[in-house]
């Protein structure tokens, strides 16, 4: 099946600093990556939608410039948590889909990256 | 607007009881439907998935689910929990992405 990955699985890191999340499709080539973020007990939330060298597409609400969304390739996407406070402390989970949008198009989940602002 | 409802926020069973979770959507058009499960502090895992074809779903550890295009339902069944079915389970639908119910908590006891 398809594999994706993401490093690292967990950050701690101090309020004001940035983060950087890496998703990489093992076995295949994702025309497009999504971001999604869940806090604690609640469900997943979708971030934001890129596809490769494009600018990500973000949901209402979030914002932009504290996350910075790259996908550079392929096989790679990163999302760059900016100044992040503890606010922020969540897991992020990345998704990686082969083909474009539709139904029949699946997303495959990466294992999630646990993040904690101190 | 479009959403996926899970209708039950928190489920607690007895171990051999029968479970079903309720799953519905307002997407209209063709969507392939999911059922994750997330175990405590780990990941996402692909229970079942609805793309076409016969409405009734198998899945891993004896889940299956039904699609209901009337209903535009997909509700998620066992016929017999276990301990280690405590976990929290997620619809989603998927449209041009995947979106995802508030998700059901559920509590099997021994």
């Known amino acids: 099946g398809a594999v994706v990955s993401q490093h690292p699985s967990r950050v701690i890191c101090k309020s004001g600093t940035s983060v950087k999340i890496e998703c990489r499709s093992l076995?295949?080539?994702?025309?497009?990556m999504f971001w999604y973020r869940q806090f604690p007990k609640q469900s997943l939330m979708l971030m934001a939608t890129?596809?490769?060298?494009?600018?990500?597409?973000?949901e209402q609400g979030v914002e932009k410039d504290k996350f910075l969304i790259n996908h550079a390739s392929l096989t790679l996407s990163t999302l760059t948590v900016t100044s992040a406070h503890p606010e922020d402390s969540s897991f992020y989970i990345c998704?990686?889909?082969?083909?474009?949008?539709?139904?029949?198009?699946?997303?495959?989940f990466g294992p999630g990256t646990r993040l904690t602002v101190l | 607007a479009q959403s996926v409802s899970q209708h039950n926020h928190h489920v607690i069973l007895s171990e051999a009881a029968s479970l079903e979770l309720g799953c519905n959507y307002s997407?209209?058009?063709?969507?392939?439907l999911f059922w994750y499960v997330q175990y405590p502090g780990q990941h996402l895992q692909l229970l079942l998935k609805?793309?076409?074809?016969?409405?009734l779903v198998k899945g891993i550890k004896g889940f299956e689910a039904e699609f209901i295009k009337s209903k535009f339902s997909f509700n998620l069944r066992k016929p017999s929990v276990q301990w280690s079915d405590t976990a929290e389970y997620f619809c989603?639908?998927?449209?041009?992405?995947?979106?995802f119910g508030a998700g059901t908590r559920l509590t099997v006891k021994p």
């Open positions: 998704s990686a889909r082969i083909g474009g949008a539709g139904p029949y198009n699946e997303q495959f």
């Open positions: 076995d295949f080539q994702a025309t497009t």
């Open positions: 890129s596809n490769e060298g494009s600018k990500a597409t973000y």
């Open positions: 997407y209209g058009g063709t969507v392939n």
């Open positions: 609805y793309f076409s074809g016969d409405p």
């Open positions: 989603a639908v998927n449209k041009n992405d995947m979106r």
